[in-house]
């Protein structure tokens, strides 16, 4: 067998053992199962993840109520950032707090990570409407966030961290990309209450973010209970 051949046998042997190897690696870390109606049949740490809610849901995120309903204002109130702070807002979706939290870092950055390319044309186009400078758009993967390592004060999830097909990976870029004293905030719709209107895929508990969390080297530093219907859960680094 020519050289050549030998080579190519060899490079296919190898990618093969990387794919098993990684295959491997991601069923112990996730379980598949049927799909229930609104999950993807995966599941992590015993919880279900839910199917993403697309772009065509912005109306629904922009919609007139939202802030009564969810105290948006008081939440972003709550940010725990300064004016040059570099803030990341992860499934920024339509953009609806990465704007108001630019508000709040007129000398610092925001950046808005979005999967889906409309909705970062969206925020783009937006953006330079309101000459907002500060805001940059980054295009994410279902793995890493893409963002830079060692730069970020705050990373926010909006109720999203309950979407990601790949939570421990995403959770542990975020790490990195996070400054030695960099915070995460989940708020997620309050899954121990019934009261909350909310498909229940759609809900978490505290006790499992904080499960999820503490696995991936996170520790709970605020559990703020001041919103309506979501919690409002600050991590540390571990």
């Not at 919609?63 to 105290?71: D, I, T, Y």
């Not at 870092?105 to 409407?129: F, R, T």
């Not at 970020?152 to 990309?177: C, R």
Request: overall charge negative.
């Amino acid at each position: 067998m020519p050289k050549f051949y030998r080579h190519i046998l060899i490079f296919i042997g190898l990618f093969q053992i990387i794919v098993n190897s990684s295959q491997a690696q991601e069923e112990t870390i996730y379980k598949y199962a049927s799909a229930s109606r609104d999950g993807i049949g995966k599941f992590y740490m015993g919880r279900e993840i839910s199917h993403i809610m697309g772009f065509h849901g912005m109306a629904w995120l922009e919609r007139p109520g939202r802030s009564e309903e969810e105290n948006t204002e008081l939440a972003i109130a709550n940010l725990p950032i300064k004016k040059n702070s570099v803030v990341a807002d992860i499934g920024a979706g339509s953009g609806y707090y990465t704007f108001r939290i630019a508000e709040r870092v007129p000398e610092g950055k925001v950046y808005a990570v979005e999967i889906q390319q409309e909705a970062i044309d969206y925020i783009q186009e937006k953006a330079a409407n309101l000459n907002l400078d500060q805001v940059k758009t980054i295009k994410g993967s279902e793995k890493s966030p893409n963002l830079p390592e060692n730069e970020i004060d705050l990373v926010i999830m909006v109720d999203v961290y309950h979407e990601l097909e790949f939570p421990h990976e995403m959770l542990q870029n975020i790490k990195k990309a996070l400054k030695t004293d960099g915070k995460l905030l989940l708020i997620e719709y309050r899954g121990e209450d019934p009261e909350v209107a909310i498909k229940p895929l759609h809900k978490m508990t505290v006790a499992q973010v904080v499960k999820e969390l503490n696995a991936n080297g996170f520790k709970l530093g605020r559990n703020g209970q001041f919103l309506n219907i979501q919690h409002f859960l600050v991590f540390e680094k571990d």
